[in-house]
T-cell receptor
Framework: NAGVTQTPKFQVLKTGQSMTLQCAQDMNHEYMSWYRQDPGMGLRLIHYSVGAGITDQGEVPNGYNVSRSTTEDFPLRLLSAAPSQTSVYFCASSYSRASNQPQHFGDGTRLSIL | KQEVTQIPAALSVPEGENLVLNCSFTDSAIYNLQWFRQDPGKGLTSLLLIQSSQREQTSGRLNASLDKSSGRSTLYIAASQPGDSATYLC???????????FGSGTQLTVLP
């Protein structure tokens, strides 16, 4: 039972490069989201999706794009990496946004921008 | 804007002690509150979820309480063990919003 799988686990980029962080879940969850975790600031929501073909912005969306072509996958794209985007990124999923079920998290992608 | 605060930021206790972690939130109009555990280099593991209509939830040695009117939740850990060492985060789901709002966590160390 894989749950939420994130790849890669670690990545180093140069300023201005672009990349895609992958997230996949095998629980048939409708709701998926991306958070970033910075020291002393908890987790902040970047983008979320309530189902295939539907995405919306969270608290800190600038510099990131998402798409949701399937229920299983929710990739996060950094368009032009900046040092301020150095962080740990977590993908989460749950049955639905109004669900009483807890959210499930992946193990994170640790991203450094030089 | 909902704000979630966890105090203390770090806590160190000897093995066997009972302990309480605190979480406070500014807007009492929440849908539910969730406690997570995070081990170093890992993701978040859900421990307990309390609906807004509930007062507490229990799982093994863990008990979480919720007082919506005062904007507080506590996580009680009984008979702590070194394996309980981790960062504990609380998060609230506002009633009208889609996302979780997280506190910055309490880093717990249980000394053998």
């Amino acid at each position: 039972n894989a749950g939420v799988t994130q790849t890669p686990k670690f990545q180093v980029l140069k300023t201005g490069q672009s990349m895609t962080l992958q997230c996949a879940q095998d629980m048939n969850h409708e709701y998926m989201s991306w958070y970033r975790q910075d020291p002393g600031m908890g987790l902040r929501l970047i983008h979320y999706s309530v189902g295939a073909g539907i995405t919306d912005q969270g608290e800190v969306p600038n510099g990131y794009n998402v798409s949701r072509s399937t229920t299983e996958d929710f990739p996060l794209r950094l368009l032009s990496a900046a040092p301020s985007q150095t962080s740990v990124y977590f993908c989460a999923s749950s049955y639905s946004r109004a669900s009483n079920q807890p959210q499930h998290f992946g193990d994170g992608t640790r991203l450094s921008i030089l | 804007k909902q704000e979630v605060t966890q105090i203390p930021a770090a806590l160190s206790v000897p093995e066997g002690e009972n302990l309480v972690l605190n979480c406070s939130f500014t807007d009492s109009a929440i849908y539910n509150l969730q406690w997570f555990r995070q081990d170093p280099g890992k993701g978040l593991t859900s421990l307990l979820l309390i609906q807004s209509s509930q007062r507490e939830q229990t799982s093994g040695r863990l008990n979480a309480s919720l007082d919506k009117s005062s904007g507080r939740s506590t996580l009680y850990i009984a008979a702590s063990q070194p394996g309980d060492s981790a960062t504990y985060l609380c998060a609230v789901r506002p009633g009208s919003a889609r996302q979780l709002t997280f506190g910055s966590g309490t880093q717990l160390t249980v000394l053998p």
